[in-house]
């Protein structure tokens, strides 16, 4: 694709706008994530990480400044397009997993496939079973959330996220809540179908160790951009871990 | 299955304590509806059956007749005049043969026959009793109550010499079927009498209508009661029993004719019935009230214990509206249920309503007559309340912030 993937322009969020409590979150953020990489977004608790997350993924509008996604002005668009814009070219993994408890690891999996297109076709189904058994999970197809690991359902979220194979993955720290060793595979995981399918990851992290090994870094300090450094070195020495 | 019938389903089944509160709550609902509205219709018209069963509907008498004053007061006197009301002979409806004709063409008016009837006395032995002769044409006035039905031993039939009794007066005369017995009125002042074969006995289901009516040839009754070739009432019916009132009306404007309802013969029971009516809608409004609420409060409850699941669905593309659609969906499920579960409660209630209440004689205190229509608009009813109790809730559920709700 020519062009960067996304592209904000002076994004300015806040919140209660107008009320004595207003809350700046973002004061002027440009930043641009090219097709394909595997990016990092860093910084401390309450830096705006997640409301940066939620912009890009559309899932709140910016209170100004200038968003691009796909080449696509999001400020104009109504709510409908949104929407679509959204389930087209995005997909989400959440620090809690945020499977639909009620349903099993394959209808979470086919659930963005159903909202977008319509009734789960037999090569809907397969094409979920194919997914799930790609993160590792053959043998968990039919098990509801609740009988699966922590780490297991992160692995159900990402099969979802990739399930209609969009450009964009946005991962609110993926690996928040999981044992060393079980973020460790995750984050391959990641790492692998970023590899595989060119699918842009972008994942907030606290975990520096896992930073590290991310193509680029953006670093958020109080609502601005204090940090953004690319490094081949660390993509080069992550795709190694990648080959074991 | 379409996104909204997916997920609206699988909430469903999840909160099974909620979706079967709810479902319990709209066939209950259902079930009252249905049961009050059947128990009342039937009730009614049991009772209407049995007032009019031996009643027309509309009975046109010859418009009454009034004195009026013949002088007139000269230039500057005052009269001041006592008018006696005057005694109400037994006359004939002018140009009989034309009205009946015309009330036949009349839209809204089933039957018609005219009838001659006016007091007498029947005679047998030392027995004399007051009776109301009535002259009919046996196959017109069938059509208005039918006597044929009535028949407790042997026919109908009212040709020359032939009269047809009830069972009590028969009782009263020690008359049976063949006997004869005589027909006695007076005609200016000159008693006629005759003596007639008692062709058949008749039950009308009233005791007062079985000692006092009897009913003989038309012929026979315009000379017993001296009104050659006339008629002195046309006895109607209609096929819009309620709206019997408005056409006697109309119609009296239009022929000058006296015609009298049933509704205002019997006015107290239209007004219980009218009351009753209102009370049942008033019943219903309630119970329909009560569900609905109970549906949406349910369903506001769940969209708030949802809120992050909506929140997961819509940053996975679901638009506000198909979000809107799963809760509006779930409400038309819960009342579809609701109102098929309701629906043979209420038959079963109904059911043993009917074996446990009964007559004084033991016998079914009214026919049971299921009516579909019932069912049918009871059904679209719930499912109009589950979908208005779902919109609000569903409303809600469509306004909530993806951002924030998945937050939580």
């Known amino acids: 694709m020519d062009g960067p993937l996304l592209e904000l322009d002076a994004i300015r969020k806040s919140y209660g706008t107008g009320t004595e409590v207003e809350t700046r979150v973002l004061h002027g953020i440009d930043l641009s994530i090219r097709a394909g990489e595997f990016t990092a977004l860093v910084g401390p608790s309450g830096s705006g990480k997640t409301t940066l997350l939620n912009l890009i993924g559309l899932l709140e509008p910016p209170t100004s400044g200038s968003y691009r996604l796909l080449g696509r002005e999001t400020a104009a668009l109504p709510e409908q397009e949104i929407t679509l814009l959204r389930a087209s070219s995005i997909g989400f993994v959440f620090q809690f997993h945020h499977l639909l408890p009620a349903f099993t690891a394959v209808e979470n999996v086919l659930m963005p496939g159903l909202i977008a297109r319509g009734p789960v076709t037999a090569v809907d189904r397969r094409r979920a079973q194919a997914l799930l058994a790609d993160v590792g999970l053959a043998d968990r197809v039919d098990f509801l959330p609740r009988k699966l690991s922590g780490g297991q359902q992160q692995r159900v979220a990402i099969a979802r996220a990739l399930s209609l194979a969009p450009p964009l993955v946005l991962a609110d720290e993926p690996t928040g809540n999981l044992d060393t060793h079980s973020a460790d595979d995750i984050f391959a995981l990641m790492r692998r179908f970023n590899e595989q399918a060119g699918t842009a990851f972008l994942i907030v992290t606290h975990d520096p160790r896992l930073a590290r090994r991310c193509d680029r870094i953006v670093q958020l300090v109080d609502g601005l951009i204090a940090g953004d450094r690319t490094n081949e070195a660390i993509a080069t020495a992550a795709d190694s871990t990648m080959a074991r | ?408």
């Open chain 2, 1 to 408: 299955m379409p996104f909204e019938w997916v997920v609206a389903l699988r909430f469903l089944r999840e909160g099974r304590f909620q979706t079967a509160l709810i479902v319990v709550g709209a066939s209950v609902g259902v079930a009252v509806v249905i049961f009050i509205t059947t128990l009342v219709t039937g009730l009614q018209a049991n009772t209407i059956k049995r007032v009019l069963g031996a009643q027309a509907h509309i009975v046109v008498t010859p418009r009454q007749e009034v004195s009026r004053p013949q002088l007139a007061p000269a230039a500057g006197e005052t009269l001041l005049p006592r008018i006696e009301a005057r005694a109400q002979r037994l006359r004939s409806i002018d140009q009989w043969q034309a009205l009946a004709a015309e009330l036949e063409r009349t839209p809204g008016i089933g039957a018609v026959s005219p009838i001659v009837s006016g007091a007498g006395f029947a005679l047998r032995g030392d027995a004399s009793k007051a009776v109301n002769l009535i002259g009919v044409d046996p196959a017109r006035h069938d059509r208005i109550i039918h006597l044929t039905d009535k028949m407790i031993a042997g026919r109908f039939a009212v040709q020359a010499g032939d009269v047809v009794i009830g069972r009590d007066l028969a009782a009263d005369l020690g008359a049976a079927v063949g006997d004869r017995i005589r027909l006695q009125t007076a005609q200016q002042g000159a008693a006629v009498s005759d003596a007639y074969t008692v062709a058949g006995l008749f039950d009308l289901g009233s005791r007062a209508a079985n000692r006092t009516s009897v009913f003989v040839g038309f012929r026979t009754a315009q000379s017993l009661l001296d009104l050659p070739g006339g008629a002195s009432e046309i006895d109607v019916t209609v096929d819009r029993l309620f709206g019997a009132e408005a056409l006697a009306q109309d119609l009296a404007a239009r022929t000058g004719q006296s015609f009298d309802s049933w509704m205002k013969t019997f006015d107290q029971l239209v007004a219980a019935i009218h009351a009753q009516d209102i009370t049942t809608a008033l019943i219903r409004l309630f119970v329909i009230l009560i569900v609905a609420l109970g549906i949406a409060s349910v369903l506001v409850v769940w969209v708030v214990q949802k809120r992050r699941e909506i929140g997961i669905l819509r940053a996975m593309g679901a638009s506000r509206g198909k979000i809107q659609r799963v809760f509006l969906l779930q409400g038309a499920i819960v009342a579809i249920a609701g109102s098929t579960i309701g629906s043979l409660l209420s038959s079963l209630m109904l059911f043993v309503f009917l074996k446990v209440a009964r007559n004084a004689d033991g016998s079914q205190i009214f026919d049971l007559d299921l009516s579909p229509t019932l069912y049918v608009t009871a059904a679209l009813v719930a499912v109009a309340v589950g979908l208005l109790a779902a919109a609000v809730p569903a409303r809600s559920a469509a306004r909530l912030d993806p951002a924030q709700a998945i937050r939580m």
